[in-house]
Every structure is written in structure tokens, then in C-alpha cells.
T-cell receptor, first 114, second 113 residues
Framework: NAGVTQTPKFQVLKTGQSMTLQCAQDMNHEYMSWYRQDPGMGLRLIHYSVGAGITDQGEVPNGYNVSRSTTEDFPLRLLSAAPSQTSVYFCASSYSGSRNEKLFFGSGTQLSVL | GDSVTQMEGPVTLSEEAFLTINCTYT??????LFWYVQYPGEGLQLLLKATKADDKGSNKGFEATYRKETTSFHLEKGSVQVSDSAVYFC????????????FGTGTSLTVIP
């Protein structure tokens, strides 16, 4: 009964370093997405995917890459981290991405870029 | 574009007090509206939703009514408990947003015994 699993829970990077935030779901959901949560800004959509091999940009995609090679996994890559990317990152999934469906969230990754 | 505006917090209430958290939306069509809750150290989870005008969503004693005439979806609970302390997010999804969810800024609620 894992749901949406994010790793790592915490990460500290230096400016310019790269890293990948992992997200996996075991509910056979077609739709997966990444959000960042910043104080006073709520959650903002970074990238999303409606199925394996299909990805699209959200509201704040710059500085992030994604790919979706399997239904289960949706990693988020930071190619050259910047202090502005210090945030809490959430992965979320739903069955098909319909606007009425419930989103299932992971427990988040807290990222600090120094 | 479509968006939601949520009342700013933080909100501090005594146990058994009445809670209202205001949320208004801007949309050219007919969005679906949601309240999500985030407990400390956790991800968001759906609290309730309403998908058309005049619908009332309810769960765990919380209620919200989709009011098209005032473009609002205010969250209410008649008697809050300490365990309700969390951050509450209003959100919408619509065809105008490509079925993507847009969240408000969140309202932090602390309930004191």
C-alpha cells in the first residue's frame, strides 16, 4: 500500500550541481506531476505527464527536465541547481488526469541549494 | 487565466470554535473546485470537492458549497479540534487549465486546547 513514493526526503546541493528527484507510484496511474511549494506561493506545477513517453510543461518549468519511460516512474532532473530552486517538491498522480479526479501526493522532498 | 484566491493566514482558533476559510475563484468556464489539507511533514490529501454549481462537498465535518453567483468555495467546520491543525489549500481544475490543478497559497490553521 505504498501509493506515491518520493526520494530523497532531504537534499542539500551546491549551486551548479545536478541531481534527480525520484517519484514512483504503484497504483497504475497514467497521470503524474511535479509541484514546488514555496512560502506565500502555494503549489506551482512544474511538469506533468499523461502517460509513458508523454510529458508537458506546467507553470514553472525552467531549470527542470522530466521523462516518463515507464508508467510507474516520473523523475525530476535539475541539471544545474540554483538557489532559486530551494523549495519543497511534491510528486502527485491520478488515474487518468481528469479534472475531477483526486490527486495522490508523495510526502515531499525538501531541497536546499547553497 | 483561471485561478483561486485564498484568505491569508495564519488562523488560530480555540478548540470547538467555528472555522471559515475563504476561497474565491476566477474562471471563464465551469471549474471543479477542491480543498486539500496538508498535515505537518506530509503531502497534501484531498479533503473534499465539488464539480458543479450548488454542489456541496463534505468530509470529516468540513463542508464547502460551490457558489457560482459569488464565485466562492469557502471551507467551514462547526467545531474544530486540535487534530485539525494543518495547512488548507483551495484548488481548481478546468478545461481552461488543460485539466491541470491550480492551488491557492494555503491557509495555516492552529487549534489550541
Amino acid at each position: 500500500n505504498a501509493g506515491v513514493t518520493q526520494t530523497p526526503k532531504f537534499q542539500v546541493l551546491k549551486t551548479g550541481q545536478s541531481m534527480t528527484l525520484q517519484c514512483a507510484q504503484d497504483m497504475n496511474h497514467e497521470y503524474m506531476s511535479w509541484y514546488r511549494q514555496d512560502p506565500g506561493m502555494g503549489l506551482r506545477l512544474i511538469h506533468y505527464s499523461v502517460g509513458a513517453g508523454i510529458t508537458d510543461q506546467g507553470e514553472v518549468p525552467n531549470g527542470y527536465n522530466v521523462s516518463r519511460s515507464t508508467t510507474e516512474d516520473f523523475p525530476l532532473r535539475l541539471l544545474s541547481a540554483a538557489p532559486s530552486q530551494t523549495s519543497v517538491y511534491f510528486c502527485a498522480s491520478s488515474y487518468s488526469g481528469s479534472r475531477n479526479e483526486k490527486l495522490f501526493f508523495g510526502s515531499g522532498t525538501q531541497l536546499s541549494v547553497l | 487565466g483561471d485561478s483561486v484566491t485564498q484568505m491569508e493566514g495564519p488562523v488560530t482558533l480555540s478548540e470547538e470554535a467555528f472555522l471559515t476559510i475563504n476561497c474565491t475563484y476566477t474562471a471563464t468556464g465551469y471549474p471543479s473546485l477542491f480543498w486539500y489539507v496538508q498535515y505537518p511533514g506530509e503531502g497534501l490529501q484531498l479533503l473534499l470537492k465539488a464539480t458543479k454549481a450548488d454542489d456541496k462537498g463534505s468530509n470529516k465535518g468540513f463542508e464547502a458549497t460551490y457558489r457560482k453567483e459569488t464565485t466562492s468555495f469557502h471551507l467551514e467546520k462547526g467545531s474544530v479540534q486540535v487534530s485539525d491543525s494543518a495547512v488548507y489549500f483551495c484548488a481548481l481544475s478546468s478545461s481552461n487549465t488543460g485539466n491541470q490543478f491550480y492551488f491557492g497559497t494555503g491557509t495555516s490553521l492552529t487549534v489550541i486546547p
